[in-house]
Each structure stands twice: as C-alpha cells, then as structure tokens.
C-alpha cells in the first residue's frame, strides 16, 4: 500500500517536471520563432532588395564598403541564422519526430551542417572582422562556438553508431548552445528591463562584469545545467525533481519578461 503511494507521488512529481520543462519550452519556440522573422526581415527582405546600409541596424559591422569577404560571410551568417533558428525547436518536437521521421532525418542534417559552418563564419566576423564587445565578447562567442562544435560532433556521430539515447542528449546539448546567442539578447534585455538601464556594464564599449555574467549564463551555463535535467529525469528522488521544476518555473518567467522586452525594444523596431 504504502509503496503504491509513493509510486503515485513519484509519477506526479516527474509529471509536474515535465510540465515545466514543456513550458520553458513553449516560451522558448515562440522567442526563437520572433527571432527568426526578425532575422528573415532585416536581413533577408533589405538584403534581396539590395538595400544593405540597413544591415547595420543592430550591427556596426553588418554592412561595410569595399569589405566583399567581410559582407559575404555576414550574409551567410545571417541566412544560416535564419536555417538554425527554424530548424532548431522542430528538431526537438517529440511529435514532428515521431510522425515524420525522414523530415527529422533531413533536418537534423541540414542542422548539424549549419551548426558548424554558422559557427566558423561566426569566428572569421569575431576575430577578422572585428566585433561589438571587443576582445572579451570575442573570446566568450568563441567558447560558444567550440560547445556547438563539440556537440554538433558527437549527435551526429552517436546517430550515425545507433546509440540514440546517447544521440538525443547531445541534441539537446547542442540546441542549447545554438541558442546561446537567443539567451544572450534574451536575458541582456531582461537585464536591462530590471534596472532600466546598463547597469555594470558600460554601454560605449559593451564591456563590464554584467555582461560577462550574461555571456556566462547565456552561452556556456546552459549546456552544463542541463545535466541537473537529465539526472533529475532518472533520479527516483523527489526533491531533485521538485527544486529543478520550480527553477524551471522562475527562468521560464524570466525568459518570457527578457523574449517580451527584446521582441519589443530590439526586434520589432528594426522590423
Ligand atoms: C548559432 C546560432 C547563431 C545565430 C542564430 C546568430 C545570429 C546572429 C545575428 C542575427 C546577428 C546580427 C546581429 C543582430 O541582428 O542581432 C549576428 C551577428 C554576429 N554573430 Fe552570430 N549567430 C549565431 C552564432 C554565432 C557564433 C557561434 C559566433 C562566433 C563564433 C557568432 C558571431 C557573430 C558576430 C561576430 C556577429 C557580428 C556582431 C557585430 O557586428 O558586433 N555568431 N549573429
């Protein structure tokens, strides 16, 4: 009788894990989905009309005269920032996964691919061409760059050896540093919100400790913690799933207050 109930107990309790996590996850599709019409407006639409200067709208170095390489590997950055942005959270649907496997097949590719070579186009914008944030941002993106590298490698190659369980671990790893840059304009924005303005961090330079807070949690913090995830998931211990649930909670609402600020302050006015 007794262990019945703490049968019951432990399903409600990795029921509510679960509903926190599909939550966080909710938020996190329709963020990224704003991102992306952003990205396919401002970049997309002015770059196919030819209009380029609009390109340095959120980025000094977007669109530079005479810079043919330099322009080049933006533009492809910013169509695979499209590709990515998309192909991301349909990957990690449990539904589109099931019912329609060779789409998932195909995505996941075309994923993997897209996260290197965002990646390496990425690293020639940063330390050829010079980015906002100087050598500090520069050497934070690039340890984004090497976790989806690092990730990006092993869910294929685990896909390719069989071993899915192993595989969909390191896909979760890797959606979650492609999202790093989403995070970064996600919590600097909910940064911003709470102290009405650049506290910590000076707004010429964009240098300061708040931002190497917000990089650190952004871009590297992530793929880490989602090792509480997974243990939490197997552990039979309730507490683990309890604490981890209502953290799951509290960043979900941060994350909708920082999506909410950034669609509003930095997206749809460029839009
Ligand atoms: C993987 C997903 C990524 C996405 C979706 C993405 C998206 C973007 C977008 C949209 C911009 C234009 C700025 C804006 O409108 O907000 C941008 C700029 C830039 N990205 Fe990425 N990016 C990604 C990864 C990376 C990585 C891994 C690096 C570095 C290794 C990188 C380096 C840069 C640089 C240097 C710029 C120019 C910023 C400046 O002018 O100061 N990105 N990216």
Redesign the pocket.
């Known amino acids: 009788m007794s262990s019945s109930i703490s049968i019951t107990k432990s399903k409600s309790k990795s029921k509510v894990l679960k509903r926190s996590v599909n939550l966080w996850f909710v938020v996190i599709v329709i963020g990224q989905f704003i991102?992306a019409l952003?990205?396919l407006d401002?970049?997309g639409v002015n770059g196919l009309a030819g209009d380029f200067e609009r390109w340095n709208?959120?980025?000094?170095?977007?669109y530079v005269e005479q810079d043919l390489w330099g322009n080049l590997f933006?533009g492809i950055?910013?169509a695979?920032?499209a590709i990515?942005?998309i192909g991301g959270p349909l990957q990690l649907m449990k539904k589109v996964r099931t019912k329609f496997p060779t789409f998932h097949r195909i995505n996941g590719r075309i994923y993997i691919f897209t996260?290197f070579l965002?990646?390496i186009?990425?690293?020639y914008?940063?330390w050829v061409?010079?980015?906002?944030?100087g050598l500090i941002?520069?050497i934070f993106?690039?340890c984004?760059?090497a976790l989806?590298m690092v990730c990006a490698f092993y869910a294929v190659r685990l896909a390719m050896n069989g071993k899915l369980a192993s595989h969909r671990k390191w896909a979760i790893r890797l959606f979650l540093?492609?999202?790093?840059?989403?995070f970064f304009?996600v919590f600097l924005m909910l940064w911003l919100t709470i102290f009405q303005g650049p506290v910590g961090f000076d707004l010429e330079t964009f240098q300061g400790p708040a931002l190497n807070m917000i990089y650190t949690f952004s871009y590297i913090f992530p793929v880490l913690f989602v090792e509480f995830y997974f243990r939490a998931k197997e552990s039979k211990h309730n507490k683990g799933q309890w604490t981890l649930s209502v953290f799951m909670w509290v960043l979900t609402a941060c994350i909708a207050v920082g999506t909410f600020s950034a669609t509003m302050g930095?997206w749809l006015p460029?839009m």
């Not at 709208?57 to 977007?62: E, F, I, K, L, V």
């Not at 540093?177 to 989403?182: E, P, T």
């Open positions: 991102f952003y990205i401002l970049y709208a959120a980025s000094p170095h977007g933006f950055h910013m695979l920032a990515i942005t996260a965002i990646s186009a990425g690293l914008l940063s061409r010079g980015m906002v944030g941002g520069a993106i690039t984004n760059a989806i540093a492609v999202s790093g840059v989403w304009r930095m460029r």
